[in-house]
C-alpha cells in the first residue's frame, strides 16, 4: 500500500524515509494495527488488518489524519505482485470495480466500496514509483497490478475513513461478482467487533493455567496470550496438520520456509495444545491428520503438506514414528477416552510394527544401519535421540496395549524385552566411558541438547543418573552461551550459531526436574526477556544482539514455553 500527496511521488506506507512506525495487536487479539506517520509531510495512517471469523477475506481498515497545517490531497493505491511457478501465469484485470489476480489454482481480488480512480494490470514497474497509474483494464498478463482510489482533499486535523478488501478463491469467474457484491454489502464495524470478541472469548476459555489474571510478569502473559492465539492459525482445519510456522519470506532471507507439518513438532505442539484446553484439536491431528499420512510399511515420512500430502524432503526421520505413538499415549492420559485409542489401534500397531523392524536390525549381527536422520536433520546414521525416542514408543505402546487389553500379556513381554534390549544397546554404545557423558552418535562426541532426551523426554533414566549427571555437566560446559541461553550442539553453524528457544527450555525442564529452580529459572526468564514484540518466540536468539532471529512465530518453540511455564507453576516456582 501508498500514498500519493499531492503532488508527491509514490509514498510506500511499509517503507518510506520519512516514514516512523508503531505496531501492536489489541489485546488478546489477532487483529493488528499498524500506525505509521509520514513526517514530511505529517499524515497520520492507521492500518488495522483483520480477518473475520468463518469469511475467506482480510478487511484493512484506514483512518487517515492530516496533521499539517496546509491541505493535503491524498490518493491511495494498492499495488499487488503475486509469485506463482513458471508455468502457472498470473494475470490481472479491472472486473466488477475490483482488480482481480488470476491464475490456474485461484483468484486474488482487491476492492473497495469506493469507487476506483485509476488501475494498471500490467507495466506497473515504470509507472508506479511516480504515483500515478493508468493503462487498461483487460487483460494484462502480468502478475504485477495496482489500483488506487481517492481519498479527497484533507484539511488540517480533518479524518478520513476507508476499507479495502482482499478475498483469495478458487479460480471460479462464473461466481466471483455474486461473491465480491456479497462482501461489498458486508458491515465493516460489525465485522470488526464480532471479530474482537470472538478472539478475546478465545483466549478466556484456553486460559487454562490461570495466567491472565495472575501476578506473573506482563510479557510472560503476552507470550502465553499469543500462543493461544497462534495455534488456530496453524491447523488445518480440515486434516488437523500443524504448520510449524507460517512464513512469507520468499527469498530465505530471514527465515528457512517451514510452513510443513513434521509430525515430530507437532508431538510437542500437540502436548501444549492439551495443556491450553485444545483437546479437540489434538484429538483431530492423530485421528485425522497421522492416520491419511502414515504409509503402507507403519512409519511416517519425515514432513508433509498440512492438508496431507507428502512435502519436499532430504531423507527420513525414525522419532517422527516413535513420536506419534508417545503423543498418542499422552494425550490418552489427559482426554481419558478408551474410544480414542481404540479408533487408533490398527495404525499404532502397524506403526509398532515398522519400529520392530527397525531394531531387529539395529540389533543384528550384521545391521544394515538403515540410516535415519537425527533431531537437527543434518547427521544420517543412528543416534541417541532417535533410539531413546524409540524406547519410549515401545514402553508407551505396553500401556496402551494394557488399556485395551489388559489381559494381553504376551504383547506386552514381547514390547518390555524390546524395550530392554534397546536400552541396554544405547547404554553400550552410547555412553563414552572415556568423555563419562553420552554422545548423540557413534562417529560425533559433541555435546548436544539432544542428549537430555533419554532423561527428558523420554524417561528411560532419571536426572540423577550418574550418565545423565555427567552429561549435563558437560553440556552446561559447552553448549551454554555467555548470554545464558543454549545452542542446539557445539560448533553448530546454523544462521550463524545462536541459542536456540527450543534448547534452552529444554534445559529449563531438566533443571525443573532436578530442582533447579535458578537454573530452570535463568533459562526461562532468558526466553521471556529476548520474545519478539507482540509476544512471539522464534526459532533462535541472535547471540550478539538478544533479538529473535530466523523463523517468528515457531510453533515448537511457543509449544516448549507452555509446557515449562505448566512445570514451573506445578512445582511452584514461578511466582
Same mark, same amino acid.
Given at each position: ?69 496546509? $491541505? ?6 494498492? @499495488?499487488? =505482485? !503475486?509469485? %506463482?511457478?513458471?508455468? +502457472? &501465469?498470473?494475470?490481472?484485470? #479491472? ?9 490456474? $489454482? ?6 473497495? @466500496?469506493? =469507487? !476506483?480512480? %485509476?488501475?494498471?494490470? +500490467? &507495466?506497473?514497474?515504470?509507472? #508506479? ?447
Amino acid at each position: 500500500m501508498s500514498v500519493k500527496i499531492n503532488d508527491s511521488l509514490n509514498i510506500y506506507l511499509h517503507d518510506d524515509i520519512n516514514n516512523t512506525y508503531m505496531q501492536r495487536y489489541i489485546e488478546n487479539t489477532n487483529v493488528l494495527q499498524t500506525e505509521i506517520f509520514n513526517t514530511y509531510f505529517s499524515l497520520r495512517v492507521l492500518q488495522t488488518d483483520f480477518v473475520p471469523v468463518n469469511e475467506n477475506i482480510l478487511v484493512r481498515n484506514y483512518l487517515i489524519k492530516n496533521e499539517n497545517s496546509i $491541505d493535503l490531497k491524498i490518493n491511495l493505491l494498492a @499495488n499487488s =505482485k !503475486l509469485l %506463482s511457478n513458471i508455468n +502457472n &501465469d498470473t494475470s490481472g484485470l #479491472i472486473k466488477y470495480n475490483s482488480l482481480i489476480q488470476y491464475n490456474h $489454482d485461484y483468484t486474488f481480488s482487491i476492492f473497495s @466500496n469506493e =469507487k !476506483l480512480y %485509476s488501475y494498471q494490470v +500490467n &507495466d506497473v514497474e515504470n509507472s #508506479i514509483w511516480t504515483g500515478s497509474i493508468w493503462g487498461k483494464d483487460y487483460v494484462g498478463l502480468s502478475n504485477n497490478s495496482a489500483i488506487s482510489y481517492d481519498i479527497g482533499t484533507l484539511h488540517p486535523n480533518e479524518e478520513a475513513r476507508f476499507s479495502l478488501f482482499i478475498m483469495v478463491n478458487e479460480t471460479d469467474f462464473e461466481n466471483l461478482g455474486k461473491k465480491i457484491e456479497r462482501v461489498k454489502n458486508l458491515d465493516v464495524n460489525e465485522l470488526y467487533s464480532k471479530t474482537i470478541e470472538y478472539w478475546k472469548n478465545f483466549v478466556i476459555s484456553h486460559d487454562k493455567l490461570k495466567i491472565l489474571n495472575s501476578k506473573l510478569d506482563d510479557r510472560i502473559k503476552e507470550i502465553y496470550s499469543r500462543t493461544i492465539l497462534l495455534y488456530p492459525l496453524l491447523q488445518n482445519k480440515e486434516t488437523g496438520g500443524m504448520s510449524a510456522g507460517v512464513e512469507i519470506d520468499e527469498w530465505k532471507t530471514k527465515s528457512g520456509r517451514y510452513s510443513y507439518c513434521w509430525p515430530r513438532d507437532s508431538v510437542f505442539i500437540t502436548k501444549a495444545q492439551d495443556i491450553l484446553g485444545m483437546e479437540d484439536e489434538t484429538t483431530k491431528f492423530y485421528n485425522d491428520f497421522c492416520r491419511i499420512t502414515q504409509s503402507e510399511t507403519g512409519r511416517w515420512e519425515q514432513r508433509f503438506y498440512t492438508d496431507g500430502r507428502l512435502a519436499p524432503s532430504w531423507g527420513y526421520q525414525i522419532d517422527e514414528t516413535a513420536g506419534v505413538i508417545v503423543g498418542i499415549y499422552e494425550h490418552y492420559l489427559k482426554i481419558k477416552d478408551m474410544d480414542f485409542l481404540k479408533k487408533n489401534t490398527t495404525m499404532i500397531n502397524k506403526a509398532v510394527e515398522y519400529l520392530k523392524l527397525y531394531v531387529d536390525d539395529l540389533l543384528s549381527k550384521e545391521p544394515k544401519f538403515r540410516k535415519s536422520y537425527d533431531l537437527w536433520e543434518e547427521y544420517e546414521g543412528v543416534s541417541l535421540y532417535a533410539l531413546a525416542n524409540i524406547y519410549s514408543a515401545f514402553r508407551a505402546a505396553m500401556k496402551i496395549s494394557v488399556v485395551i487389553l489388559p489381559a494381553n500379556g504376551r504383547e506386552n513381554l514381547e514390547l518390555d524385552e524390546y524395550s530392554l534390549r534397546l536400552k541396554q544397546y544405547i547404554l553400550e554404545n552410547f555412553f563414552d566411558e572415556n568423555l563419562k557423558t553420552f554422545v548423540r552418535n557413534r562417529e560425533d562426541n559433541r555435546m548436544d541438547i539432544s542428549l537430555l532426551g533419554p532423561c527428558i523426554p523420554f524417561g528411560m533414566l532419571e536426572y540423577n543418573s550418574r550418565e545423565m549427571l555427567n552429561t549435563v555437566q558437560k553440556m552446561e560446559m559447552t553448549i551454554r552461551t555467555y548470554t545464558g541461553g543454549f545452542m542446539r550442539y557445539e560448533n553448530d553453524t546454523y544462521v550463524g550459531g545462536n541459542p536456540w528457544v527450543i534448547a534452552t527450555l529444554w534445559m529449563a525442564l531438566y533443571y525443573i526436574e532436578a530442582d533447579r529452580k535458578d537454573d530452570a529459572l535463568e533459562c526461562f526468564n532468558f526466553v521471556v526477556n529476548t520474545s519478539y514484540e507482540h509476544g512471539f518466540l522464534a526459532e533462535q536468539i541472535d547471540n550478539i544482539t538478544l533479538k529473535a532471529k530466523w523463523v517468528i512465530g515457531l510453533s515448537w518453540s511457543h509449544a516448549m514455553f507452555v509446557i515449562v511455564l505448566e512445570k514451573l507453576l506445578e512445582k511452584g516456582m514461578l511466582e
